[in-house]
């Protein structure tokens, strides 16, 4: 399995960007997909994930970002919207093969993408 994530950059606060993480080898429809995120110095932590129908947040980005799935591309995004300081990092997405559900704990996660760098600066 491999997953390929992008659309990471610099952006402006209050700006927005869309990740994409493209699955290979694996449908990602079938299983639970997350994102994480590592800032430097900083413990990785779930922002959002996706299983069948149900989404989870990490309370901080409620509200400002969206995960989605388009199953015909086997890609799964996430539009970040009103974007802050905070919220520079390093952006991975990650699969969740065992379970019926996703997840924000990193230790469930089987198979992960390279990362994206997702700087938000004035």
């Known amino acids: 399995v491999q997953l390929q994530a992008s659309g990471g950059g610099l952006v402006q606060p209050g700006g927005s960007l869309r990740l994409s993480c493209v699955g290979s080898?694996?449908?990602?429809?079938?299983?639970?997909v997350a994102w994480f995120r590592q800032a430097p110095g900083k413990e990785r932590e779930g922002v959002s994930c996706i299983y069948g129908g149900s989404t989870y947040y990490l309370d901080s980005v409620k509200g400002r970002f969206t995960i989605s799935r388009d199953i015909a591309k086997n890609t799964v995004y996430l539009q970040m919207n009103n974007l802050k300081p905070e919220d520079t990092a390093v952006y991975y997405c990650?699969?969740?093969?065992?379970?019926?559900?996703?997840?924000?704990?990193?230790?469930?996660?089987?198979?992960w993408g390279q990362g994206t760098q997702v700087t938000v600066s004035s």
């Open positions: 080898r694996a449908t990602l429809n079938y299983y639970g």
């Open positions: 990650a699969l969740k093969i065992i379970g019926l559900s996703c997840s924000l704990y990193d230790f469930e996660y089987d198979y």
